[in-house]
């Protein structure tokens, strides 16, 4: 079973930076999808940044586009987002999800995700 530590939320100005990191354990193979989502106060969580690891393809939700960076530590089994100039919108409990193999070439689709960590909270205060 594929198990995912998340860390780095808090609280953060306007414009400021933030650096989440999601440790994973239990990985059965190389060839799987893993990503950031997030969920909003009274919102529906979304697909936030996610990463092919074998290709190295990624997706982006336009929100974030330019912004966060979807990046992966293989010695550490380690995936990171850093997200810079954060605005109040990208309030949210942020976590890391894993795919396993892609099953199409879109990739973040929240029904696809078999396994979830915990959670981490990110504010942005305006």
């Known amino acids: 079973e594929v198990h995912l530590v998340e860390s780095g939320g808090g609280l953060v100005q306007t414009g400021g930076s933030l650096r989440l990191s999601c440790a994973v354990s239990g990985l059965p193979h190389d060839d799987y999808a893993i990503g950031w989502f997030r969920q909003p106060p009274g919102d529906e969580r979304e697909g936030v940044a996610c990463l092919n690891v074998r290709d190295g393809s990624t997706y982006y939700v336009d929100s974030v586009e330019g912004r966060f960076t979807i990046s992966r530590d293989n010695a550490k089994n380690t995936v990171y987002l850093q997200m810079n100039d954060l605005k109040p919108e990208d309030t949210a409990v942020y976590y890391c999800?894993?795919?396993?193999?892609?099953?199409?070439?879109?990739?973040?689709?929240?029904?696809?995700?078999?396994?979830w960590g915990e959670g981490t909270l990110v504010t942005v205060s305006s």
């Open positions: 999800a894993y795919e396993g193999r892609p099953v199409f070439e879109r990739l973040c689709i929240i029904p696809l995700q078999k396994y």
